[in-house]
């Protein structure tokens, strides 16, 4: 079992940056990937980002590539996005989420595992 919490949401203006960080409790969160996921008002949760249970290997949606980041760091159980060159259509609640499978595997299956979400909203 694992829980997820994920923080670091916020208000930014267009072109601004933001960190969210996704805590993880559990024994076993070395042996997870974890991946980003995003709902929008209106529209269905889709896929941002995720990494492999070592953190080496990362995958990307096309509309954030080049501008957002994930890491693992496994000695925190935490898991981390950083969002650079924010665009209005980034504003969504982000949720972390994690499972026991490739995390490339993560871009048409999600994992198990949810946090609660956070709200990012950027403005124009």
């Known amino acids: 079992q694992v829980q997820l919490v994920e923080s670091g949401g916020g208000l930014v203006q267009a072109g601004g940056s933001l960190r969210l960080s996704c805590a993880a409790s559990g024994r076993t969160f070395s042996s997870y990937a974890m991946g980003w996921f995003r709902q929008a008002p209106g529209k269905e949760r889709e896929f941002v980002a995720a990494?492999?249970?070592?953190?080496?290997?990362?995958y990307y949606a096309d509309s954030v590539k080049g501008r957002f980041t994930i890491s693992k760091d496994n000695a925190k159980n935490t898991v981390y996005l950083q969002m650079n060159s924010l665009k209005p259509e980034d504003t969504a609640v982000y949720y972390c989420?994690?499972?026991?499978?490739?995390?490339?595997?993560?871009?048409?299956?999600?994992?198990?595992?949810w946090g609660q979400g956070t709200q990012v909203t950027v403005s124009s």
């Open positions: 989420n994690a499972g026991p499978i490739m995390g490339g595997a993560m871009r048409t299956t999600p994992g198990d595992y």
């Open positions: 990494t492999s249970s070592s953190g080496f290997s990362t």
